[in-house]
Structures are given as C-alpha cells and as structure tokens.
C-alpha cells in the first residue's frame, strides 16, 4: 500500500509537471506569435518606404519676373520720353526612373529673356523687345550600379539657344564612367571618357575634342523651398582652351497654392563663346566670367 502510494505521488507530479509546462508553452508560443506580427507590420512598413524610393520621380518648377515702365516729358532723364521692359522666363523640370539595379536621370531647363529699351524721341531708335538670356539644356544619365552608391554609367547632354542662332554653337557630351549617389538628392558624374562635339556653321573658332565631363547635381524640397543646382563641366585633352563650365542654380518658395518666389543666377566660363563673340582667335579672347540672374514669380508642380 506504501509503494502504491509513492506511485501516485510521482504520477501527480509527473502530470502536474507537463500540463505546467505545456501551459508554459502555449504562452510562450502565443508572445511569440505576437512579436512576429509586430515584426510584420514593421516589415510592411518598412518595405513600403522603399517602394516609395523607388519608380518614377517627375517634378518642375518655375520663375516668371517682370518689369515695365514708362516715361512722359520726364525732364529728369537724358531722355525723358522712354518706356522699358524686362521679362524673363526659367523652367526646370526633371524625370527620374529609380530602381535597385539601375536608375535613369533626365532632366531638362530653359531660361528665357527679353529686355526693351525705346527712346520715343529718337526715330532709329528699336521699339522691341531683343534677347536677353537664352539657355537651354537637357540631359540623360543612365546608370547600373555596382552598389549602393556607385554604379557604372553613359551620359548625354546638349546644351544651346533656343530664340537667337540654335544649334549654332550647340554642344553635345556623350560619355561613360562612373556616377555616385552618396543621397537620394546629390548625383555626382564622373566620365573619363567623354567626347564635347560642338556644332557651329561657316569657319568658326568653335572645335569639337575629346576630354573628362564632371557633372554634379543637386535637386532637393525643404517644405515649401525647391532648389535645383548644377555644375557641369568639360575638361578637353587637346587644348585647354576648349574647356567650358557652366553652374546654375535655383530657388523656388511656395506661398500658396504652388504660387511663391523664384530666384535664379548662372555662371559661365567658355572661352570659344568669347573669342566668336569678340571676332577674334581662340588665344587673343578676353574671356570674362559670364553670369545672369533673375528674380519674380515662381510656380511649382
């Protein structure tokens, strides 16, 4: 009767011992079931921000500045019968293919300008409003990446006038190399290889060579600022004095409704621009900075 009861004894706890332990683990499983959904939803989460990064990205932005006066027997003036204008016109746009193993850049810009001054007493005197900016870039960069940051590349860029003398000069890069994308918002071109055809009619200074193209480019939104910056520059292996740089930037502030303040300014440094403009050899050009600006209305899509 004693061993009998010592069998009990032991079959109880036995018994007693499973069902805790198995009830142990149906709460463990059920936490676990719970730290896995959680992760899920993190991993949803988590995914759909990378989608989000990835695909087409399209955007534009824009400025329209303006001015215009008139004067009537202003006696104040060397020439107090006079009315003037300015009116200018930037565009920039982009479209921008972004995927894990590869990405395809365009983008595109237009700055437009005219300028009249009229001498209403002096007869020869032009009544029109004459050009003054014209620039119109495009480029396409396409890339396959080697990693996150790096990726193998071809560039093309055209850059020329779109009102006065198109295509004359009209420069076009293609080239390959290197690109880096340290952030989604700052794209580096760094092309070895790169060939600067220049178009241009009759006997010209303009030559066309072989060189390295560096282009950087920066396009970014804080809120209700847009900015765009470009830094394009050609470096010929033939003759120094082929090489060319053009830097722009722009600016645009939303208020209401996409409607806010523009600002824009370039630079530029060409000295086959110089030397065609001043009529004279490559060697002899006076080659000053280039440079304009402009400030008005901006409009953002």
Same mark, same amino acid.
């Not at 676990?32 to 087409?56: E, M, R, V």
């Not at 590869?102 to 004459?130: C, H, M, P, Q, Y």
């Not at 010209?204 to 920066?218: C, E, I």
């Not at 004279?280 to 899509?301: H, I, P, R």
């Given at each position: 009767?004693?061993?009998?009861?010592?069998?009990?004894?032991?079959?109880?706890?036995?018994?007693?011992?499973?069902?805790?332990?198995?009830?142990?683990?149906?709460?463990?499983?059920?936490?676990?079931?719970?730290?896995?959904?959680?992760?899920?939803?993190?991993?949803?989460?988590?995914?759909?921000?990378?989608?989000?990064?990835?695909?087409?990205?399209?955007?534009?932005?824009?400025?329209?500045?303006?001015?215009?006066?008139?004067?009537?027997?202003?006696?104040?003036?060397?020439?107090?019968?006079?009315?003037?204008?300015?009116?200018?016109?930037?565009?920039?746009?982009?479209?921008?293919?972004?995927?894990?193993?590869?990405?395809?850049?365009?983008?595109?810009?237009?700055?437009?300008?005219?300028?009249?001054?009229?001498?209403?007493?002096?007869?020869?005197?032009?009544?029109?409003?004459?050009?003054?900016?014209?620039?119109?870039?495009?480029?396409?960069?396409?890339?396959?990446?080697?990693?996150?940051?790096?990726?193998?590349?071809?560039?093309?860029?055209?850059?020329?006038?779109?009102?006065?003398?198109?295509?004359?000069?009209?420069?076009?890069?293609?080239?390959?190399?290197?690109?880096?994308?340290?952030?989604?918002?700052?794209?580096?071109?760094?092309?070895?290889?790169?060939?600067?055809?220049?178009?241009?009619?009759?006997?010209?200074?303009?030559?066309?060579?072989? %060189?390295?193209?560096?282009?950087?480019?920066? *396009? #970014?939104?804080? &809120?209700?600022?847009?900015? $765009?910056?470009?830094?394009?520059? /050609?470096?010929?292996?033939?003759? %120094?004095?082929?090489?060319?740089?053009?830097? *722009? #930037?722009?600016? &645009?502030?939303?208020?209401? $409704?996409?409607?806010?303040?523009? /600002?824009?300014?370039?630079?530029?440094?060409?000295?086959?621009?110089?030397?065609?403009?001043?009529?004279?050899?490559?060697?002899?050009?006076?080659?000053?900075?280039?440079?304009?600006?402009?400030?008005?209305?901006?409009?953002?899509?």
């Amino acid at each position: 009767m004693k061993k009998l009861s010592i069998l009990l004894l032991v079959f109880f706890i036995s018994f007693s011992t499973k069902a805790q332990t198995a009830e142990e683990l149906k709460k463990g499983l059920a936490s676990k079931k719970d730290s896995i959904s959680k992760l899920q939803t993190k991993a949803k989460a988590i995914q759909g921000k990378i989608n989000a990064l990835l695909g087409w990205r399209k955007g534009a932005f824009g400025t329209i500045g303006a001015s215009l006066s008139g004067f009537n027997n202003w006696y104040a003036r060397a020439a107090p019968n006079t009315s003037a204008g300015n009116i200018g016109i930037t565009v920039n746009g982009y479209a921008n293919l972004i995927e894990d193993k590869f990405f395809w850049r365009n983008s595109g810009a237009v700055n437009l300008g005219w300028v009249k001054i009229d001498n209403r007493d002096d007869d020869t005197d032009s009544d029109a409003f004459e050009t003054a900016s014209d620039v119109f870039t495009i480029s396409s960069l396409y890339g396959r990446r080697i990693s996150t940051k790096w990726a193998l590349s071809a560039l093309g860029e055209y850059r020329t006038t779109l009102l006065d003398n198109f295509n004359d000069p009209g420069y076009l890069d293609i080239g390959a190399g290197l690109t880096w994308t340290p952030t989604s918002h700052l794209v580096v071109v760094m092309h070895p290889g790169n060939y600067n055809f220049v178009f241009s009619s009759g006997d010209t200074v303009f030559n066309s060579s072989l %060189g390295a193209k560096v282009v950087a480019d920066y *396009t #970014n939104k804080y &809120g209700g600022l847009s900015v $765009k910056s470009n830094l394009s520059m /050609f470096q010929s292996y033939k003759d %120094g004095d082929l090489s060319n740089w053009t830097f *722009t #930037n722009s600016f &645009g502030y939303t208020i209401w $409704k996409g409607i806010g303040l523009g /600002f824009e300014f370039g630079l530029r440094n060409n000295r086959q621009e110089a030397a065609n403009f001043q009529s004279v050899d490559l060697a002899d050009a006076d080659n000053k900075l280039q440079s304009y600006w402009l400030f008005g209305l901006s409009y953002s899509l």
